[in-house]
C-alpha cells in the first residue's frame, strides 16, 4: 500500500531501516513480532520548550526521560517562557493556573458525586484570590503520588541520563540572565540557528 504524502510534509529520517524478521514456518510468533520497519541507525529527538508552566514542563521533560531510556539522543531548547524551566531562580517555584485552561478538571470532585471529576472548572475560578497557588499545590501533589519528582530534580535526573539542553541566546539576552543562573544541565547558550543545525534529522516536537 502506497501513502501520498501532502506537499510540504517532511518525515524526519531516522536513518536506514530494517523489517523485523518473521519467524520461521512451523514456530510460534512472539507476542510483539511485527512487520513493521524499524530504525537500524540511531535515533535523535528535538524538544522545543517554550512555555513556563508548570503543567508545560513536564511533557518534554516526561517524553525526553522516556525516550533517553530507549536509547534515543535527546536534545532540548528553552526559549522565551520555556527558559524559566532551567532558570535555577524560577524553576522552583513554576505555577499551574485554571485561567485560560479549559481543560482543567480535578480527580478529587469524584468523591463528592462520580462524574464530576471530568468536569472543567469553570474559568472564573481561576480569578480568586490564592487560586493559582492552590491549583500548584495540587498539581505537584498529583505528580508527586506518581513518584514524578519535582523540576529541579528531574533536570539532574535528564542531564545524569545524558541529554543535551540549550538555552535560547535571543531570551537569555532579552531577560538579562547570567550563565550561573542556568542549571548546570545547560550546554550552552545558543541561537535558533545553532539547534537547526543541531536539530538536523531529528524528529522536532514543539512544546
Keep these: 500500500m502506497t501513502t501520498t504524502l501532502p506537499e510540504g510534509f517532511i518525515i524526519p529520517d531516522f536513518g536506514p531501516t530494517t523489517t523485523r524478521r518473521e519467524p520461521e514456518a512451523g514456530t510460534a510468533a512472539a507476542p510483539s513480532a511485527s512487520t513493521a520497519p524499524v530504525p537500524a541507525g540511531p535515533r535523535k529527538i528535538a524538544f522545543i520548550c517554550s512555555k513556563g508552566n508548570l503543567d508545560m514542563a513536564y511533557p518534554a521533560l516526561i517524553m525526553g526521560n522516556a525516550a533517553l531510556g530507549e536509547g534515543v539522543e ?69 505528580m508527586a503520588q506518581e513518584d514524578v519528582p519535582d523540576v529541579p530534580e528531574f533536570l539532574d535526573l535528564m542531564q545524569a541520563a545524558g541529554a543535551h539542553m540549550y538555552a535560547c541566546k535571543l531570551t537569555f539576552d532579552m531577560m538579562k540572565l547570567l550563565e550561573a543562573d542556568m542549571h548546570p544541565g545547560v550546554e550552552g547558550v545558543i541561537s535558533a540557528a545553532d539547534f537547526i543545525e543541531i536539530s538536523e534529522g531529528a524528529q522536532v516536537i514543539f512544546v
Design 74 to 142: 535527546v536534545h532540548i531548547f528553552f526559549t522565551f517562557w520555556g527558559l524559566d524551566i532551567v532558570n535555577m531562580k524560577t524553576n522552583h517555584k513554576l505555577q499551574f493556573t485554571l485561567a485560560a485552561n479549559t481543560a482543567m478538571h480535578m480527580p478529587d470532585l469524584g468523591r463528592l458525586r462520580p462524574g464530576l471529576e471530568h468536569a472543567s472548572m469553570p474559568q472564573a475560578l481561576g480569578n480568586l484570590p490564592g487560586m493559582t497557588g492552590y491549583a500548584t499545590r495540587m498539581m505537584k501533589r498529583m
